[in-house]
């Protein structure tokens, strides 16, 4: 079954403590990206990865890193959380269009993540 | 720099009756619009994605958008709704030839009362 997965789905921390959120696709898709829902707010993205090897920041990168080291895998780090980090968090690929813009993304379940 | 805006955060209806979403975007270039719905706990999944062609685009569950290039709009119709249509609807907009990110505007919460 074509799926997006992520782990975990639900995260409770402190302030400070490095955490990682896993995202894995197994639809050969080269475009990945990581985005944060907040109540009012709507998705805003945080960073996107066209293949592996390369990645670029989205709108609120602040407070994040990625990487993409194999075509499946799009980790989500945060290296110190701070309660302003509390969101519910997706993962999503996608088919690229040629060298142009990207097709229906697919959607991973969410991870919602608690900053005390 | 694109940009999409939904200009309803919320839109009630009652069961039956027909409904419109609104989505206008702005983009100096071609560009590639979705639409997606979030169902209660749940992700996004796609209702409907104009990428070239026909300006009148048919989703599932019976939904449909037009695509007007001249007014910058993705409006999202559906004739007769359903209970089950109560969900969060995302528009989204992918720029054409670049490298690009995809926006999405901030949602449109539509409740149907029976």
């Known amino acids: 079954e074509a799926q997006v997965t992520q782990n975990p789905r639900y995260l409770i921390t402190v302030t400070g403590k490095k955490l990682t959120v896993t995202c894995s696709q197994n639809m050969n898709h080269e475009y990945m990206s990581w985005y944060r829902q907040d109540p009012g707010l709507g998705l805003r993205q945080i960073y996107y990865?066209?293949?592996?090897?390369?990645?670029d920041k989205g709108d609120v990168p602040e407070g994040y890193k990625v990487s993409r080291k194999e075509k499946r895998n799009f980790p989500l780090i945060l290296e110190s959380p701070s309660p302003n980090q509390t969101s519910l968090y997706f993962c999503?690929?996608?088919?690229?269009?040629?060298?142009?813009?990207?097709?229906?993304?697919?959607f991973g379940p969410g991870t919602r993540l608690t900053v005390t | 720099a694109q940009s999409v805006t939904q200009l309803d955060s919320q839109v009630p209806v009652f069961e039956e009756a027909p409904v419109e979403l609104r989505c206008n975007y702005s983009s100096s270039v071609s560009v590639y619009l979705f639409w997606y719905v979030q169902y209660p706990n749940q992700g996004l999944q796609l209702l409907l994605k104009?990428?070239?062609?026909?300006?009148l685009v048919k989703g599932i569950n019976g939904f449909e958008a037009e695509f007007n290039k001249s007014q910058t709009s993705f409006h999202l119709r559906k004739p007769s709704v359903h209970i089950s249509d109560t969900a969060e609807y995302f528009c989204?907009?992918?720029?054409?030839?670049?490298?690009?990110?995809?926006?999405f505007g901030s949602g449109t919460r539509l409740s149907i009362r029976p």
């Open positions: 990865s066209m293949n592996v090897e390369v990645t």
């Open positions: 104009y990428l070239s062609g026909s300006t």
């Open positions: 999503a690929s996608s088919y690229r269009q040629g060298p142009a813009a990207v097709d229906e993304q697919y």
């Open positions: 989204a907009v992918s720029e054409g030839f670049s490298a690009s990110k995809i926006i």
